[in-house]
């Protein structure tokens, strides 16, 4: 069932809770289906760059890790082969950050993903894209691992 939304689900929560770097960032899955997601997170003073803005690599990886998950909610491990961020605008301390993550084309092999990362509802801070390559290993491979 690749395109099973429960499945998406059931990876998106998974990969929410052995992504240690997202869960370092504090990043929270807010919704995932097959080739989407959104991932939020809140702009802390850790994660600013030496002129006070958010640290280019903070909001880079909250783009990448809703990448990761909607590129996997499939089913099949996607790996990033390519990844591109452009910084249109700049977000601070207690900015709410979310990135949406949209399939623009998927082949047995390779995803290409679109993530928009918005400081509140209308402000473009990120616009990240990425390829993925599909290798032959199912997410349900890894989840049962854990419960074995």
């Not at 052995?18 to 989407?36: I, K």
């Not at 280019?56 to 990844?83: E, Q």
């Not at 047995?108 to 679109?114: A, I």
Request: with cysteine; aromatic share 8%; charged share 20%.
């Amino acid at each position: 069932m690749p395109d099973d939304p429960s499945q998406a689900t059931e990876i998106g929560q998974w990969m929410q809770r052995e992504d240690r770097f997202a869960n370092l960032l504090g990043m929270q899955l807010e919704a995932v289906e097959p080739g989407f997601c959104r991932v939020t997170m809140e702009v802390t003073e850790n994660m600013l760059n030496a002129v006070g803005m958010t640290h280019g690599g903070v909001t880079f990886s909250l783009a990448d890790f809703a990448f990761a998950v909607a590129s996997n909610s499939h089913g099949k491990v996607a790996v990033a082969l390519s990844a591109q961020i452009n910084f249109p605008a700049a977000s601070r301390v207690g900015d709410i950050l979310t990135a949406v993550a949209r399939e623009q084309s998927r082949t047995g092999r390779t995803g290409l993903y679109n993530i928009e990362v918005k400081a509140g509802e209308d402000k473009l801070v990120g616009f990240f894209t990425g390829t993925v390559y599909r290798r032959s290993d199912t997410l349900s491979d890894w989840i049962n691992r854990e419960k074995t």
